[in-house]
DNA sequence: AATGAATGAGCATTCATTCAT
DNA sequence: TATGAATGAATGCTCATTCAT
């Protein structure tokens, strides 16, 4: 989750111009992924959709694969980056998770394409989502887990529960609200749907 | 949730036989789907593995990507019409709930090839996806809502949760108990969530 | 230059057709390389000469690189089992070296777009030179080398005369030869090079 | 092998600037060519080699192939114009052919680079090969046959053999101890091979 | 039903060449 | 002159699917 971003923002203009281009193919490519499916999209759909030739992807990425690979790895790297900003402001376990929650369904719910290709396409592979397992992926379950055993100790949380069980639950929860989010027909804001997966994540559906 | 298989069961000995050789490519593709992704398996991956020659599958299947749709299609036949069977027998809303997440997870948890298939290569396709969404899908999310529902008739559950959106997070904490499991490197039995996933669920985080 | 001919002839009918197949492409690769060279030529180009799909061909070669390593192989192990039965049956080093030239000089004048591939296409690749030459060119030219020795032994070759050096010459003027007859613009038959080359490498140009 | 050089020698300092880049490119394909062969060496190596950009290299020549053919016209032309002003100096047919044979070795056994080229990339195409026989190669080839006639005439050499062919064989024998020397992954001096060539040549391998 | 040889459409990638700067 | 980013034509190889046996 805290890979940097590789392009640079305030560079001289040629690399202004490199990483215009850069970023077109990858939202060109996330548009097109999205759409198709990665492996049903071609790389010349992509060039196309981008408004270069060919040739000039390879210019820019290795391989189609990498493309994909990139795509995550950006919008990972923004995520946390802003996300670790906002969070460093809040003590409040409850309030973190709650702003963890948001940010989530923010951030994906602000780019439907992006949206597609996190939940859908990336799943695609075994292979990237191990590796993902090990790397990125851990380390956001691993702030998740960390905020919940801080509200245990506050003795906020209920002490019966395992972290690194609850952590996974609340990102199972949001997970699948942006995925039924995706793949839903009808248009509804997906932000407001943190606040019921807390509502219930905190309180259960047991009356007191 | 409720396709019907179409494999005949009861057919004469003949359909028997072709029932045999469909379930076997059936299994090998499990196979072969779960360790290399449906992409990168060839359809001769699977003859071999299955021990029939390459234009056999096509006396079977019509293409490639009938074959895992019917992978699926199976799977939650019979997953449906074991559950069907065995939720008929209990009504309490909260022990409904809690043979569900255990039926979901036994089935799963007692074929990792499986598992993997559904969890991982099946999201590949975001039209699948998509069908899934309308058809099966929906079908099993209603009725861990019509449950919610009920237990918040009998005043069990809470009211001011909507079933609609407590379904879909209990699917998906039970769905990430599956995926992690599925890429775990270390190996432990996955029906004990449903234990810890039900604890949360019904009771939250929150200390009372 | 001992390599077996891999194609069996005397098999079951299965095994005839592979093998006419895969001579036929063989054959029709010969034929493209010869005319334009093994780097502008296309696999699409030796399909078609042979009258098959693109395809096939990848279902009796692995590359168009074996495709150009089996014409020479293939060639080869037919010219050493021949030229070895032939030479079983002299003794005299004189008759036995003219019986090498003749046999070579006839097996590439035989047949004008093999020797095109061998003497023009095989040399473009320096690693494909250096292997042949550890492999079956060193023992061609041992053949050779050795039957001079024989020669000097019996005192009827000079002694002054480093035989694997005099080997060289005599193949490099063969091997000049055919080159010249492939390049040339006219056309005249090869074998009896044999004999001009031979009174040279025998009796020297000097009047004595 | 007479085939004027383009570059201008002795042209005004713009024009020498411009020689030397054309000859940097010029050595430092023959560099690259010798080492990946000329269809698996990049445009891109070569200006690299030379260390200036990729499009500069079109500022000197129209092709990757035009590069190819100057390397050898260069070079040939060198070998003829140091060659002719040598044999002037000699009157004996015998000193001429020796001495042929030693400029021959000494040119490529002092450049292997170059020699490598020469002798296996440059026969990768036959259409080359072709111009070459009309062109450069017939008339050194001529050369030699020349000299051949002259010693028959002088009571030298034998009458009963062909001049044109001896010339061949001559050079084939030349031909194929370059060839052996450029293969081999021994390191040992080209030129005295001339010696034994020329004995060979000249008196034949026979006991008188 | 079963086979497996044959098909041929499809595609990622390379690289010689161009051209705006 | 020199640059090097951009181009886009070109092609080896794969593999789902077919069909004669």
Partial sequence: MMRMLKAVRNGPPTRAVVTDKREAILRAATKVFASKGYF????ADIAAEAGIADGTVYLY???KDEILHSIFDQAMAEFISEGKKELALINDPKAKLTKIAELHLEK???DRDLAIVCQVELRGSTKFMQDFSEAGFAEYLDIIRQTITDGQK?????DDIKPVVAAKI????LDEMVTNWVLSKKSYPLPPMACEVLKLFFGGVLVK
């Fill in 108 to 110: 994906l719910g602000a």
């Fill in 154 to 158: 506050a003795g906020i949380f209920r």
């Fill in 61 to 63: 990425f290795k391989s």
């Fill in 40 to 43: 049903n999209s071609k790389v």
């Fill in 170 to 173: 609340l990102y199972g929860a």
